[in-house]
C-alpha cells in the first residue's frame, strides 16, 4: 500500500479519442420496428442523435477542463488503484466525508455537492459545517483502473475506503456516504467501523446481505403481485420490476458475455448505461435538461476511456458469489448513527411520496437493520439523488452531521 498522494489530471492520449472516433463513425445500426414508446429499449433514432452530437458537436478536451476543476489524486491501496477527489473543508473544522458513487453512476455524478459542501459559508450555509470531501471512483470505475482484484464487491470496497481515510489520509474518525452502490459501501462502514464512523448518510436502504439468496438475479425473489393488491399498487410493482430487473438479471447471471458487446462498441455500451439513466431518473422531470448530451456522453466517456464497463457491472455477481459476513451479531447490524435522503421521483418503493416515504422505511423491513437519527423525503428527482436533486443531499448531509457533531 502507498501513502503517497500523486496529483491526478483527466488527461487522455489522442490514440483511445481518435479510435473512440472511428468506432462511432462505423457503427452498423439496428433496425428498431415498432418501438416509438420505447417499449423494447432505447431507441435507434434517439441513440442517433446522442451519436452525432458526440461525433460534430462533444467537445472532450471542454470536459477535461471541468473534470479537472477539482483537485484529484490517486493512490495504490491494498495492491488497488484507487482515484478520488479530495477538496478541503474551508470551515474552521471540517467533517472528513467519503463519498460513494453507484452503477452505472461515476465520480462526477456527486460533483454539484462539492463546493457547498466545502464551503458553505459561500453557499448560503453555516462554516461551522464544513467538510473535506472525498469521493473516489469505485475499484474497477472510471479512473480506479485497471481493477486487480476479480472478486471485488461491495464489503471489499468497504476495507480500501476505512484504509484510505485511516492510513493513507490520516483521520482518526470520518463520516461517509452513498447511494445506489455506494450505500452499500458506505452501510458495511457503518456495519464494521461503527466506532471510527461518525456517522453515515445513505440514499437508498438496502439489505447487506442482498444479491444473497438463491434468485440472487430476480429481484422479486420469485413473488408475483399478491393477488389482493389495488390496481395503483399492482402498477406500482410492475413499473419497479420493468424499471430494475434487466440489468441486474444479466449482471448477475452473464456480466463477462455481455462485456465483450460493451467493451467494443461505445454506442451498445452508452445503450446500456444511458437506458438506465432514462429509466431510473424522475419520470415527472424533463430529462434532457437534467441530463444534458454532454452530460451523458461525459458520464460515458468515463466509462469507454478507462475500458472499465465490464469490471463495473462484476460488481453484481460478485455480492453474491462472494457473500457477505456480518463482523458482529449485535443490533443494529449498521451501528454508526445514520441519516437518509429519499426522492420519490424514484421507482422503489411503489406508491410512494413525501407524505409517506419515511414511513414505507420507518415501518419496513429494513429499518431495524439502521441505527437512524434523520430522514427526510424530496419531491424531486430519482435514483441519480445527487445530480437530479444537489440541493435535497446537500440538506441531508448537513442536517445529518449537524446532528451528530
Excluded: C
Aim: cysteine-free.
Amino acid at each position: 500500500m502507498s501513502t503517497t498522494l500523486v496529483p491526478f489530471k483527466v488527461a487522455v492520449s489522442d490514440e483511445i479519442l481518435t479510435d473512440l472516433q472511428h468506432r462511432l463513425r462505423h457503427t452498423r445500426w439496428a433496425q428498431d420496428l415498432n418501438n416509438d414508446d420505447a417499449y423494447y429499449g432505447i431507441r435507434t433514432a434517439y441513440l442517433k442523435e446522442i451519436v452525432d452530437h458526440w461525433l460534430h458537436k462533444y467537445d472532450w478536451k471542454k470536459a477535461e477542463a471541468k473534470l479537472n476543476t477539482f483537485q484529484q489524486y490517486k493512490v495504490t491501496v491494498d495492491g488497488q488503484p484507487i482515484h478520488f477527489i479530495y477538496e478541503k473543508g474551508k470551515g474552521p473544522n471540517p467533517t472528513p466525508i467519503i463519498i460513494s458513487h453507484g452503477w452505472p453512476w461515476t465520480y462526477w455524478h456527486w460533483s454539484k455537492i462539492i463546493p457547498a459542501l466545502t464551503d458553505p459559508a459561500a453557499h448560503g450555509g453555516d462554516p461551522d459545517q464544513s467538510f473535506d470531501v472525498i469521493i473516489p471512483s469505485l475499484p474497477g470505475f472510471g479512473f480506479s483502473t485497471p481493477l486487480e482484484d476479480g472478486g471485488m464487491n461491495f464489503w471489499k470496497m468497504a476495507e480500501i475506503w476505512h484504509k484510505l481515510m485511516t492510513t493513507v489520509l490520516g483521520y482518526k474518525k470520518y463520516a461517509a456516504s452513498g447511494s445506489d452502490y455506494g450505500m452499500l459501501v458506505s452501510a458495511q462502514l457503518g456495519h464494521k467501523y461503527a466506532d471510527e464512523l461518525i456517522g453515515i448518510h445513505l440514499g437508498q436502504e438496502m439489505p447487506l446481505t442482498i444479491f444473497q439468496s438463491e434468485r440472487p438475479w430476480d429481484l422479486t425473489e420469485g413473488h408475483l403481485v399478491p393477488a389482493g393488491a389495488s390496481q395503483a399498487l399492482r402498477d406500482g410493482i410492475i413499473h419497479f420490476q420493468r424499471t430494475y430487473a434487466s440489468h441486474v438479471a444479466v449482471h448477475m447471471l452473464d456480466p463477462q458475455t455481455i462485456t465483450h458487446s460493451l467493451n467494443d462498441s461505445p454506442v451498445g455500451m452508452l445503450a446500456w448505461i444511458l437506458q438506465r439513466w432514462k429509466k431510473w431518473s424522475d419520470p415527472h422531470q424533463d430529462f434532457e435538461k437534467v441530463f444534458t448530451k454532454d452530460d451523458i456522453i461525459t458520464f460515458a466517456m468515463l466509462y469507454w476511456v478507462n475500458e472499465s464497463i465490464g469490471s463495473s457491472i462484476r460488481a453484481y455477481s460478485n455480492a453474491s458469489r462472494y457473500p457477505w459476513k456480518p463482523s458482529h451479531d449485535r443490533q443494529p447490524a449498521v451501528e454508526a448513527p445514520a441519516g437518509f435522503t429519499f426522492l420519490v421521483g424514484d421507482a422503489y418503493p411503489p406508491l410512494a411520496t413525501t407524505d409517506n416515504r419515511v414511513d414505507i422505511f420507518q415501518n419496513g423491513p429494513l429499518a431495524s437493520q439502521f441505527n437512524t437519527v434523520y430522514a427526510k423525503a424530496f419531491d424531486k428527482g430519482g435514483h441519480f439523488g445527487p445530480w437530479e436533486n444537489p440541493e435535497a443531499f446537500i440538506e441531508g448531509i448537513r442536517d445529518t452531521f449537524r446532528i451528530l457533531k
